[in-house]
């Protein structure tokens, strides 16, 4: 269980600049979308519910925070095309 919560609380931490990194990607190349939102709100929500969720011991609630953390690419992939 604590290598689980370890993990979650990592990689959702670790997704923050990641996304950050590929929103300026997005805005740089395609200019403002709803991208912006997707990757500006998701990824730091993801790094707290991963935090609280190792500090806790809350299994769901680090689940939740992986999720949160993969969410964004497809999110951002289909209101892309979407809109375009």
Do not use: N
Not at 2 to 24: D, H, K, N, T, W
Not at 25 to 46: D, K, M, R
Not at 63 to 72: C, E, H
Request: a neutral charge; hydrophobic letters at 60%.
């Amino acid at each position: 269980m604590e290598l689980f919560l370890s993990r979650a609380r990592m990689m959702s931490a670790g997704s923050v600049p990641v996304y950050l990194a590929l929103l300026l990607f997005i805005t740089q190349e395609e200019g403002w979308h709803w991208s912006f939102l997707v990757l500006c709100v998701l990824p730091p929500v993801a790094a707290v519910a991963g935090f609280i969720g190792k500090r806790d011991i809350r299994p769901g609630l680090a689940v939740t925070a992986l999720v949160l953390a993969i969410v964004p690419l497809p999110l951002v992939g289909g209101l892309e095309a979407l809109f375009q």
